[in-house]
């Protein structure tokens, strides 16, 4: 009878053992599942804010070649400085003081640059590359 229940305690605790170490091997693999998403976060996140920063430096980079007349016997990018100019009036909220013709805007001026780049490294932290839309966004939350 002693052999009978010593066997029966061996068994209820092997098979507790049993039981309970798939749900060890489970927790951990959700928890390695975690650090990996997290891994993956971060990686796109610094993905994103690359994205985020070549658009403002493309923008920029424009802005500076109009405003030191690189474009002097060239082909003027109209289009291309009336799209950035309408996406940092959006973005930023900051209207362009430069005068309007029919056709569009077809100069920039220095303090509108300044204004735009200032805010931009006043609002980096805000900005994210929105995945869905394609679009560049300023977060709503105060960080």
């Given at each position: 009878m002693n052999n009978f229940r010593l066997a029966s305690k061996y068994s209820h605790s092997r098979l507790l053992?049993?039981?309970?170490?798939?749900?060890?091997?489970?927790?951990?693999?959700i928890e390695v599942q975690k650090n990996s998403l997290r891994s993956k976060d971060t990686k796109n996140t610094?993905?994103?804010?690359?994205?985020?920063?070549?658009v403002f430096q493309q923008h920029f980079a424009l802005l500076d070649s109009v405003l030191t007349g690189q474009y002097r016997g060239k082909k003027y990018p109209l289009e291309?400085?009336?799209?950035?100019?309408?996406?940092?009036?959006?973005?930023?909220?900051i209207p362009s003081k430069a005068d309007g013709t029919d056709i569009g805007r077809i100069e920039v001026e220095q303090e509108d640059v300044t204004n735009w780049k200032n805010w931009y490294i006043d609002n980096k932290q805000k900005l994210f590359w929105n995945i869905r839309e394609k679009r560049i966004m300023i977060s709503k939350s105060e960080n």
């Open positions: 053992y049993i039981a309970i170490l798939p749900l060890f091997f489970s927790l951990s693999c610094s993905t994103h804010m690359a994205k985020v920063e070549t291309k400085l009336q799209a950035t100019i309408d996406f940092l009036e959006f973005l930023t909220g």
